[in-house]
């Protein structure tokens, strides 16, 4: 396992991958290295991320640097843990160009939205400060929310009432 991650080493993967990739991609990091970017904790875990398009390029690039830099990369996208949230590529917010990569944020109402089905105390405060700094608005939250609901039978793990007392909760501690 290797240590934990800070936001110069998680702008520096962001600089060699954009080096060592040639073709054109859009890699969405989400959870902890938004976190790290955004100043909410001082640390991750691992870089989570998806990309578009798949390819092989980017793939072997990711495992050559993360033995390369020392860090954990996980892939992974809210769309793991629950229904996609519509227009979420286009909430994406922007984070840098590095070669031929863009690097955005995941849309923060979809990691909003599955770190409160998640439930665990890191992801209580990753939304505690997402509304607090205003990336993620509560009824807008409420209302994305209400969209993915009938696409829940397709997580069976996830009870969509007690979802929607945790968004509730969620709104009410900010």
């Given at each position: 396992?290797?240590?934990l ?24 990091l989400?959870?902890?290295a ?6 909410w ?9 998806t990309?578009?398009p798949?390819?092989d ?20 996208s ?5 229904p ?43 939304v505690?400060?997402?509304?607090k ?22 997580y ?19």
């Amino acid at each position: 396992m290797r240590g934990l991650s800070t936001r110069s080493q998680v702008e520096r993967f962001m600089a060699a991958l954009g080096r060592a990739v040639r073709q054109p991609t859009r890699v969405y990091l989400t959870g902890g290295a938004s976190a790290v970017l955004l100043g909410w904790r001082e640390t991750t875990i691992d870089v989570d991320l998806t990309f578009m398009p798949e390819g092989d390029e980017v793939f072997h690039a990711i495992a050559h640097l993360k033995e390369e830099l020392g860090i954990n990369v996980e892939l992974a996208s809210p769309s793991h843990f629950i229904p996609a949230v519509p227009g979420w590529d286009t909430r994406s917010a922007f984070i840098a160009q590095e070669g031929p990569i863009s690097f955005y944020h995941y849309d923060f109402y979809s990691q909003a939205l599955s770190k409160i089905e998640r439930g665990h105390a890191q992801d209580r405060m990753d939304v505690a400060a997402m509304l607090k700094g205003g990336v993620v608005d509560g009824s807008q939250l409420l209302a994305l929310f209400e969209l993915i609901v009938p696409d829940l039978h397709r997580y069976p793990a996830i009870d969509p009432e007690s979802f929607r007392r945790l968004v509730a909760e969620a709104l009410e501690r900010r």
